[in-house]
């Protein structure tokens, strides 16, 4: 089974342009085709966008609240691979998983995939 992974720093959706477009992030990502994104500088209300316009599964490890609204890093996944869990490094240990609430994240995806 071959993957293809990619990340991506948005930067809060604005391009070299100064202009905020989160379908031309989209259309990017639809070119690149990767299997698993993972996503930084990104706002929640951006993340679950792009996740429904590229139709793929979304987590989000929430760094920190700008005016209220969560802030961080996401991973999409294509439909089928969902089993996607964001955790606290201080906190990571076997079989047990806490969502991210703090700047110093990182991201397990754990994904599964039939036998080959």
């Given at each position: 089974m071959q993957v293809t992974v990619a990340s991506y720093n948005i930067h809060k959706g604005e391009g070299i342009d100064r202009r905020?477009?989160?379908?031309?992030?989209?259309?990017?990502?639809?070119?690149?085709?990767?299997?698993?994104?993972?996503?930084?500088?990104?706002?929640?209300p951006q993340a679950e966008t792009l996740a429904a316009d590229l139709r793929m599964n979304m987590a989000m490890g929430v760094t920190r609240h700008f005016a209220g609204v969560p802030y961080g890093n996401a991973i999409l996944t294509r439909?089928?691979?969902?089993?996607?869990?964001?955790?606290?490094?201080?906190?990571?240990?076997?079989?047990?998983?806490?969502?991210?609430?703090?700047?110093?994240?990182?991201?397990?995806?754990?994904?599964?995939?039939?036998e080959q």
């Open positions: 905020i477009d989160l379908a031309r992030i989209a259309r990017v990502l639809r070119e690149i085709n990767a299997d698993v994104v993972g996503i930084q500088e990104i706002y929640r439909p089928g691979e969902d089993s996607v869990y964001v955790v606290r490094k201080s906190r990571a240990v076997a079989d047990s998983y806490w969502l991210a609430d703090y700047p110093s994240i990182y991201h397990w995806l754990l994904m599964e995939h039939p």
